[in-house]
């Protein structure tokens, strides 16, 4: 079992920073990625980055790329998600998610991952 607790969220005004943190406890496979998703209201659930453990390849939804930087702490079993230059459609609630198997490329984009945090709301103000 494997348990994520998300910190970080908050209310920022457009144009600003945050910085998502994910503690991950528990057994975690070699194998394993470790994923932020979000949910605006009235939305589905959609990916927003991925990192893999295997090679620390990267991946990021098109909306973010470029403003957000997803990175991994080891030592501290930790995933991060810098998130800059945010915008309005950015809020959303995020949330920390790891999958125990392998994916590639767009098969890290999908939302069939083992294990999810509660969740952290971000509300960017215009």
């Known amino acids: 079992q494997v348990q994520l607790v998300e910190s970080g969220g908050g209310l920022v005004q457009a144009g600003g920073s945050l910085r998502l943190s994910c503690a991950a406890s528990?057994?975690?496979?070699?194998?394993?990625?470790m994923g932020w998703f979000r949910q605006a209201p009235g939305k589905e659930r959609e990916f927003v980055a991925a990192i893999r453990e295997s090679d620390r390849s990267v991946y990021y939804a098109s909306s973010v790329k470029g403003r957000f930087t997803i990175s991994r702490d080891n030592a501290k079993n930790t995933v991060y998600v810098q998130m800059n230059s945010l915008k309005a459609e950015d809020t959303a609630v995020y949330y920390c998610?790891?999958?125990?198997?392998?994916?590639?490329?767009?098969?890290?984009?999908?939302?069939?991952?083992?294990?999810w945090g509660q969740g952290t709301q971000v509300t960017v103000s215009s």
């Open positions: 528990g057994r975690i496979f070699s194998n394993y990625v």
């Open positions: 998610a790891v999958r125990s198997s392998f994916c590639s490329g767009y098969g890290c984009y999908r939302d069939d991952y083992n294990y």
